[in-house]
């Protein structure tokens, strides 16, 4: 199996290229689109066809590749059902599979750091989003996001995957590239609460400043657009 985990510095975002085998289709997950000739030159070094991009939500912190990507190689788009992006190809449902050749993801539906956050288990390993970070957890604090939705995400969902399923999140600002469920159950700082009610009081408290792009990535997600488009 093809296995790339890629970062963007300035928004400290994870994008995924995963494929079979050389030669072989290709999904990428989580695209900046800073980085599409990068993702490109991944592909065409490998003999790769890219056929879907994922977003795990609609990000506030960067704009997404995915719609460029489509422009290039006619991949297909897809977003969970909740999306309210209007470029989205294929919306997927709660437990539903995504299947490139021998890889399978299936989609989980984790709402709480945004109501269209999804998280994506492929075998050993998930693709939390911004739904379970490395020590930490997603704000949700805007693009209805809600403290009482995400505790049911990460506790009633994500924590009940095996003890040893790897974490791959859409973010790290720590310089870290995964974890496991077990390391987040014992070490996360968001986690070592005994209510839906404390975890709540925590994440509304936070008093976070909003993401320095919000205001551009977000209606440029939405829409497909690219930063020249919205200027």
Known sequence: MIFKQLF????????YIISSGEGREALIID?????????????????????????THIHAD?????????????????????????VIDLKIKDNEKIKVENIELKAIY??????????????DRVFTGDTLLING?????FQNGNPYDAYDSLFNKLLKLPDTTLVYPAHDYNGKKNST??????????????????????????????????????????KGLTINQIK
Request: glycine residues 4%; neutral net charge; aromatic residues 4%.
């Open 137 to 141: 957890t997603g704000r949700t604090d």
């Open 181 to 222: 469920i077990q390391n987040e159950k014992n070490n996360n700082p968001r986690l070592q609460v005994s209510s839906k009610e404390q975890y709540a009081e925590i994440m509304n408290n936070l008093n976070l400043a909003n993401p320095k792009m919000m205001d551009i990535a977000v209606p440029a997600n939405l």
């Open 31 to 55: 695209p900046v689109i800073e980085h599409t000739d990068e993702y490109i030159n991944v592909l065409t070094n490998l003999k790769l066809k890219l056929v879907k991009v994922i977003d």
């Open 62 to 86: 960067h704009i997404t590749g995915m719609n460029e990507l489509n422009k290039r190689t006619n991949c297909t788009r897809i977003m969970g059902e909740k999306s309210k992006s209007e």
């Open 8 to 15: 963007d510095s300035k928004s400290s975002t994870y994008t």
């Open 110 to 123: 984790t709402p709480g750091h945004t109501d269209c956050s999804y998280s994506y288990l492929m075998n």
